[in-house]
């Protein structure tokens, strides 16, 4: 069993800015990669950042240049960093968690862009 503590979510102002952190019980570089997924309502839950056990990144188009995905495994954490947020960012965010065998998910934090 893996427990995530997500934090960072908020109510935010258009080109404001939030940083997103995920705790995770387990070692992270245990994982294959960590992910962020997010799901505004009444679409389906997307791929936003995610960083492998190498450092290796990669973002959605929509967050290219804005959003950073990074990681400290001393403190099993996972973070992202969103600058310039729209109105399009508001979802709910959620950490994954990419097991060689299973994936975990976050229970997610909310992020909501609006003036």
């Known amino acids: 069993q893996v427990q995530f503590v997500e934090s960072g979510g908020g109510l935010v102002q258009p080109g404001e800015s939030l940083k997103l952190s995920c705790v995770v019980s387990?070692?992270?570089?245990?994982?294959?990669?960590m992910d962020w997924y997010r799901q505004a309502p009444g679409k389906q839950r997307e791929l936003v950042a995610r960083?492998?056990?190498?450092?290796?990144?990669n973002y959605a188009d929509s967050v290219k240049g804005r959003f950073t995905i990074s990681r400290d495994n001393a403190k099993k954490t996972v973070y992202l960093r969103m600058n310039s947020l729209k109105p399009e960012d508001t979802a709910v965010y959620y950490c994954?968690?990419?097991?060689?065998?299973?994936?975990?998910w976050g229970q997610g934090t909310q992020v909501t862009v609006s003036s």
């Open positions: 387990r070692n992270i570089f245990s994982f294959f990669a």
């Open positions: 994954l968690a990419e097991g060689y065998q299973n994936d975990y």
């Open positions: 960083i492998t056990s190498a450092d290796n990144t």
